[in-house]
């Protein structure tokens, strides 16, 4: 047994998505959660830029005594992954490969789509783990970057947002598909209005809950489960806190205190 935190991290409150099934799957563990706003979105930046952000929060983890990293944020896992792996001193899991294990899995016709931000389709992850797993797939990408400021500023109703998503989703029309990968642990908060506007016919994945199993399976074969114990929930943030605990208090269905972290202190904290 292991009583030490599972830690998580995103470029914002997307992968509160994630944390969301952990603690269902998993509720004796304790709980570390990291939205770093201030570099909000990780998709718009360049790949080494979020490699250094990903590393100093993974840093910040250690030093809390983390045992495991869960990196919910799908353009930190495309880009970060192996760098976190080679340089922290835990397990770090991505959600990519779950996800596209899911997708092949859900997809009948070899047609999977894939939305996700301009970072993550610009490095074909998704497309390159798909096509390792199902050669055969066809595999349509396309970047949502405009779903991401809906999900931050908690818009997730009205015929604007209903027409922006539509607009977003106009290049997978007609490309039949039956499954759609939610490459951005923003997406799963309005999944609802993605599925109304592709209808019941296309299988929505949400990457999350297939990391949680993966994860639960490590812990399980490495003994490194929480046993009986109350766990704590512990979140920061890189800015605003008041936006933070609003959003992942509404998110969650719990009260969320979140502390401020800034990237200075960040920084300061990984040397």
Known sequence: MNSAPLAFMDSGVGGLTILKPAMARLPSESTLFFGDEAHLPYGEKQPQQVIDYSLAIGRFFAA?????????????????????????????????????????????????????????????????????????????????PTFIPLVEKGQYSGQAVRDLIAAGLQPLQGSGIDTLVLGCTHFPIIQDLIQAELGPKVTLVDPGAATIEQATQWLTEHEQLAGNQTPYHDYYTSSDPAHFQRVGSEWLKRKVEAQLVTPNQLTQDDQ
């Open 64 to 144: 809390r005594h983390a045992k495991m990293m869960i990196i919910a944020c799908n353009t930190a896992s495309a880009l970060a992954l192996p760098t976190l792996q080679t340089q922290l001193p835990f397990p770090v899991l991505g959600v990519v490969e779950p996800g596209s294990q899911t997708a092949v899995q859900a997809s009948s016709n070899h047609k999977i789509g894939v939305i996700a931000t301009r970072a993550t389709v610009t490095s074909h992850a998704y497309r390159d783990a798909i096509n390792q797993l199902d050669p055969v797939a066809e595999v349509v990408e396309v970047a949502c």
